[in-house]
Nanobody, 119 residues
């Protein structure tokens, strides 16, 4: 059974940083492109960033480009999202998911981790 477990969310101040992690199990992680999605209260899923199976290609939404970095460690079956210069509009539940780009919205995803940005 494919399983994704996110961690690392919490409270950050505007301008602050957080690093999210996603532990993958139950599938051959290095065969899959992976993404981060987010969902703010009352809104649908929003694609944030993607990385290809080998880690050499990354893509970002315009909302986070230049502030967030997606990375992976295939030896550890781990996916990461480093978030810098956080803004109030980044507050959401963040999910890791299989797939690249907007297609990841229909992929397998974890239970999510809450990110709150507030002073």
């Amino acid at each position: 059974e494919m399983q994704l477990v996110e961690s690392g969310g919490g409270l950050a101040q505007p301008g602050g940083s957080l690093r999210l992690s996603c532990a993958a199990s139950g599938f051959t992680f290095n065969n899959y492109a992976m993404s981060w999605l987010r969902q703010a209260p009352g809104k649908g899923f929003e694609w944030v960033a993607s990385i290809d199976s080998g880690g050499g290609l990354q893509s970002y939404s315009d909302a986070v480009k230049g502030r967030f970095t997606i990375s992976r460690d295939n030896a550890k079956n781990m996916l990461y999202l480093s978030m810098n210069s956080l803004k109030s509009e980044d507050a959401a539940v963040y999910y890791c998911a299989t797939g690249y780009g907007a297609l990841a919205i229909g992929g397998v995803r974890g239970q999510g981790t809450q990110v709150t940005v507030s002073s």
